[in-house]
């Protein structure tokens, strides 16, 4: 099945600094969506994201599908943050739209 | 708008004992629906997916089974639950095709 690697596994930052994710997978996909796992367990959409780019205030995303890699961009990085972010995909020739996890990004921002 | 309920939020089991986790979805029709679990510190793993009612797909062989008796209704089973089945348990949909998922809070199941 397809693979999803995301990096870096943890990453610390002090609040209002940037900071970029990557999300690279292994086959042609559909559907890419980045999620944030607060500390309460909700996971939070961010992007859905299979090409392109995408703005949401403080938050990017670009997918360049045929280079199989996409970036979640963080600007202004506050406290609210902090969480785990996961890519999920799903493989092009797959059945509906179902979404292997990367294993995500601790991101622990500090005030 | 959508939504999507999962219930409950908490539950501590003794093994061997039943398991019934409900999910709803609000606001659409005929819905695919995805239950995932999370071992502590870990990404997602697909357990099954239903495309219709009484259609169910299962990802990973296991102690656990799904079913969708209504459109909106997705319900994940045990007859007898193992320590392994600890963990986060969440809900999903998505509109048919290749479509954005949309995950519910999920509930934490605690075996003791």
């Known amino acids: 099945g397809i693979q999803v690697e995301q990096s870096p596994p943890d990453l610390i930052l002090q609040e209002g600094a940037n900071s970029t994710l990557r999300c690279n997978f292994s086959d042609s996909v559909n559907n890419l969506q980045w999620f944030h796992q607060n500390p309460w367990g909700q996971l939070i959409n961010l992007f859905y994201i299979p090409s392109g780019t995408k703005q949401n205030g403080r938050l990017s995303a670009t997918t360049v599908a045929t280079e199989r890699y996409s970036l979640l961009y963080i600007s202004s990085s506050q406290t609210t943050d902090s969480g785990v972010y996961f890519c999920a995909v799903a493989a092009y020739t797959g059945a509906n739209s179902k979404l292997t996890f990367g294993k995500g990004i601790t991101l622990s921002v500090r005030p | 708008s959508q939504t999507i309920h999962q219930w409950p939020a908490t539950l501590v089991q003794p093994v061997g004992s039943p398991l019934s986790l409900e999910c709803t979805v609000e606001?659409?029709?005929?819905?695919?629906l995805y239950w995932y679990r999370q071992a502590a510190g870990r990404g997602l793993q697909l357990l099954f997916y239903?495309?219709?009612?009484?259609?169910i797909s299962s990802e990973v062989p296991q102690n656990l089974s799904a079913s969708r008796p209504q459109d909106r209704q997705f319900i994940l089973s045990s007859k007898k639950l193992l320590l392994s089945d600890s963990g986060f348990y969440l809900c999903a949909w998505s509109k048919q095709g290749y479509q954005p998922q949309h995950f519910g809070d999920g509930t934490r199941l605690s075996i003791l």
């Open positions: 606001g659409t029709s005929n819905p695919n």
């Open positions: 239903s495309v219709g009612i009484g259609q």
